[in-house]
Every structure is written in C-alpha cells, then in structure tokens.
C-alpha cells in the first residue's frame, strides 16, 4: 500500500515539474483565468446594480454562489477533468491498452499522473472573495454551520469528481465522449445563480439527472438559510450526502465502463 501510493506522488511530482517547466507561460495563463472569471463576477455585480436582488439574493450572497462554485469544481477538476477529457484519445489510439497492463489502479495512474495544477489560477480568485462574501454576507457562524460548510464544500468537490468521471468513463464504451462535456459545462454555468431563478423542470433535472446544484447552489442556500427548490427540510443532509452517494455510483460506473472495454482491437 505504502509502495502504490510513493508511486502516485511521485507521478504527481514528475507531472507538477513538468508544468511548471515553463513558468512565465504557467502564470500567464493563470492570470488569464483571473481576468476571465472576474469578469464574469463584474457582470453579475453590474447586474446587482440594475435589480438589487436576484431571486431573492443580494449581490454578497451571489458572491458568496460564485465563489463556492468556482473552488469546489476547481478542487474537483483538478483530480478529474483533464485526465478524463484525454482518455476519449487513449481510447481510440488504443494507448490505454499499455496503462491496463500497469501493476497500479488505470483510475489512480491516470488521475495522479495528470494532476492539474492549473487551475491555481480559479482557487487564488475564489478564496479571496470566498471570504469577503461570507463576511459581507453575515453569515449567522457556530460549530454546526462551520462543519457544514466544510462538509459541504467537500461534497460538492466530490459531485465535480464523480460525474466528471463518469462522463469520461463513457469513452470505454462508446469511444467518443467528450461531446458530453459540452452539456456538463453548460449547466455548471447555470450553478453560478440560485435554483430558484430556474423553471421547475431545470430545477428537477439540476437536483436529479445532471445533479450539479448539489455544486453551490444547495450548499450555499442552506448556509445562508433560504429556502431550496423541491427539497425542503431535506437540503442539509442531501448536500452533505451528494457527494460521497455519487462518487460510489462513479465507482461503479467507472467498473462496469471498463469491463464493457474491448481494447484497440474491437
């Protein structure tokens, strides 16, 4: 166990020296990602300005969504994305038939091995006006709420992670997957406003099918205590749960995608 997981840092040091090989290029573009998501949170404060409120919330607490959303799907791309955005081209060049015959876990090497430093340049954004809109936004603090927020924040780590698992996992069987990322970003971007904002059916279909308002938009409700669309008194726990449920339904998912693999050959 202990001999698996030196091997897994060492892949994490060997791909972190890699990226950072060239690093006037690196923080460049991290400093694009900065100037291109606070963008996006200068046009939400623009339209604050216009309606005061949206859905409800204050421009602090939209903040506050924002903020959240971009650091747990940071924490939980950077485990997932890349990696498994790339394994749709190690599957049709048929390069994922060397890593089966690796002595170590395909999901782990593949993960570690491509270890996503960069998106530090979402985190450095994130945390800063994370910690302004809970101020700003006053959030009512005692020992249950802080272990919530950690604990939820965990969970919607987790919520990124496993479906973006089990989109890439999709190319094991069908050889092309990635053209479901395209639907997968496009309701993240709607997990940056309130549920509430949402007709019914989009709500029922973030909580549900495409579960990724158990992201921010569930977690940070309760955190602020308004109310959650459809699940009620129920919000608390199933923010808390989201995560590790679905992280054991990619798990799963993962297994039987690669037992349903057929290698380069058909």
Not at 3 to 26: N, W
Not at 93 to 111: E, M
């Amino acid at each position: 166990m202990l001999r698996r997981l030196s091997v897994l840092l060492l892949l994490v040091r060997m791909f972190v020296k890699s990226q950072m090989e060239y690093r006037g290029a690196f923080w460049l573009d991290r400093l694009a990602q900065i100037i291109s998501y606070g963008a996006v949170l200068l046009g939400m404060w623009i339209l604050l300005q216009k309606f005061e409120l949206l859905g409800g919330w204050n421009w602090p607490e939209l903040a506050l969504l924002f903020s959240f959303q971009l650091l747990a799907y940071a924490l939980g791309a950077s485990v997932s994305f890349t990696q498994l955005r790339d394994l749709e081209e190690l599957v049709r060049l048929g390069t994922l038939d060397a890593l089966l015959t690796k002595p170590i876990n395909t999901w782990a090497y593949l993960i570690f091995s491509g270890l996503n430093i960069g998106y530090a340049g979402h985190i450095i954004l994130a945390i800063p006006v994370l910690v302004w809109a809970l101020l700003a936004a006053q959030v009512e603090w005692s020992i249950g709420n802080a272990l919530f927020f950690a604990g939820s924040l965990l969970s919607a780590t987790l919520v990124t992670g496993a479906v973006i698992t089990m989109i890439g996992a999709i190319a094991l069987i069908w050889v092309r997957s990635n053209h479901l990322f395209s639907i997968f970003f496009g309701f993240w971007e709607l997990t940056r406003y309130p549920l509430n904002i949402f007709p019914g059916g989009i709500q029922a279909v973030m909580l549900t099918v495409v579960p990724l308002a158990y992201i921010s938009a569930v977690p940070v409700a309760v955190l602020l205590g308004k109310p959650v669309p459809l699940l009620g008194d129920f919000a608390a726990p199933a923010a808390l749960l989201a995560g590790p449920l679905l992280v054991l339904v990619a798990v799963t998912h993962w297994r039987y995608a690669l037992s349903r693999y057929q290698g380069a050959g058909g």
